[in-house]
């Protein structure tokens, strides 16, 4: 793999790269490489793999998340020391378990498996270039920021505190935007913000429900359209405060008793008491019906 080695040399002999030289030197073992697709050279190891793919990753096994599925493959994993392989008289637990005495302790510390990128250069869109893909962030253009990398997320750090946070693209030269990241510049423009990428990303990603539209017509029926996006925007930055969830709790709120207010959201999303909410909203609907 391209991870592990950087040239194959004459023999058994590789370039290895930095990042495996530093695992194994951290776990304590030494690499033994084969010659190139010479899959008999390791038989055990490889007529062990496909046994375990074929008996427990057959179907594909289905998982709430990452976490989950390594729950079930450790499972499998500890239900299968109980297994005999064939020509051997000991089971897998046992056979491993004397191996034990003769390898050496782990390591207290684990090895931390995300890649460190730096320096990186916000460009003049707010985005920073990580690997093939570009991250936004609320940074300024120009500043020197530094990427940690790992399996499932990518975080943007300046001196040393996360600027934003993504789960990680595997394509490539795809734009990842947020739209929290753009509100200064779209309250200066709010014509901009309707047809934005970072808007329609959030759509995609099920961030924007429809509740959120139907406010943001309110509201440019009350102002008009550039002051109406601009009340919106000061509605996104509460939620980046407060918590999304409760905006659009507040927000659901106030349409279902016809308020088209921003400041009234405001009002009730900061009402941390659930009750205190429905009486407030019960006191407000009496209060408006004589209007």
């Known amino acids: ?27 304590g073992y030494q690499s ?3 010659n190139p697709a010479s899959g008999n050279e390791k038989g055990g ?19 709430s998340d990452l976490a989950a599925l390594n729950q079930q493959v450790l499972a499998d994993c500890i239900a299968n020391r109980g297994r005999t392989i064939i020509g051997k008289n000991m089971t897998i637990g046992a056979a491993s378990e004397l191996e034990r005495e003769h390898l050496s302790p782990l390591a207290a510390e684990g090895f931390p498996i995300h890649e460190l990128l730096y320096p990186l250069i916000v460009d003049s869109k707010g985005r920073v270039k990580v690997k093939t893909n570009w991250y936004s962030t609320s940074l300024w253009p120009g500043l020197r920021v530094t990427a940690v990398v790992g399996p499932l997320t990518v975080e943007i750090l300046h001196d040393n505190k996360v600027a934003a946070r993504y789960k990680r693209c595997y394509g490539r030269g795809h734009d990842i935007l947020d739209l929290e990241h753009y509100l200064d510049v779209l309250e200066r423009k709010p014509g901009a913000m309707k047809g934005s990428t970072s808007l329609q990303q959030w759509r995609q990603a099920g961030r924007w429900p429809a509740c959120m539209d139907a406010i943001w017509r309110e509201l440019e029926q009350r102002h008009n359209k550039s002051k109406g996006t601009r009340e919106m925007i000061a509605l996104i930055r509460a939620g980046s405060i407060d918590g999304w969830d409760k905006l659009i709790a507040a927000v659901k709120d106030a349409l279902r008793l016809g308020i088209s207010d921003s400041a ?7 009402m941390p008491d659930p009750e205190q909410r429905r009486q407030y909203a019960v006191a407000l609907a009496e209060e408006l019906q004589q209007y």
């Open 32 to 34: 033994e490489y084969c």
């Open 264 to 270: 009234a959201v405001l009002h009730l999303l900061h």
């Open 45 to 63: 190891v490889e007529g062990e793999l496909g046994w375990f793919r074929r008996n427990l990753l057959v179907p594909v096994p289905e998982a």
């Open 1 to 27: 793999m391209k991870s592990v080695v950087k040239k194959i040399l004459r023999g058994y002999q590789r370039v290895e790269t930095d990042r495996i030289i530093a695992f194994r030197s951290h776990w």
